[in-house]
């Protein structure tokens, strides 16, 4: 039995929906990256580090230029955090 869970495989939709819910995760943002990931982002300064939190599934949830609020909001929404680098 245990062979066969080591050999089961994911498909690309259960992939790509694993921890929906469930896990976010936190990276840093490059200026270039802003307007295809938070499309209606005001204009900001391009020498500002700034800091996402998405959900499993890449669905952008929070952008700021403070990191310690990407953890506040991830834990407001009951989502285990990794960070991306």
């Known amino acids: 039995m245990l062979l066969r869970e080591a050999n089961a495989r994911l498909t690309q939709s259960e992939l790509a929906h694993?921890?929906?819910?469930?896990?976010g995760y936190i990276r840093k943002m490059r200026f270039d990256e802003i307007s295809?990931?938070?499309p209606?982002?005001?204009e900001v300064d391009p020498r500002l580090d700034l800091w996402a939190l998405f959900g499993a599934d890449g669905t952008p949830i929070l952008l700021t230029d403070n990191r310690s609020s990407t953890f506040y909001k991830a834990a407001e929404?009951?989502?285990q955090t990794v960070s991306l680098h």
């Open 18 to 23: 694993l921890g929906t819910g469930e896990v």
């Open 77 to 79: 929404d009951e989502l």
């Open 36 to 38: 295809r990931c938070f």
């Open 40 to 42: 209606e982002a005001p």
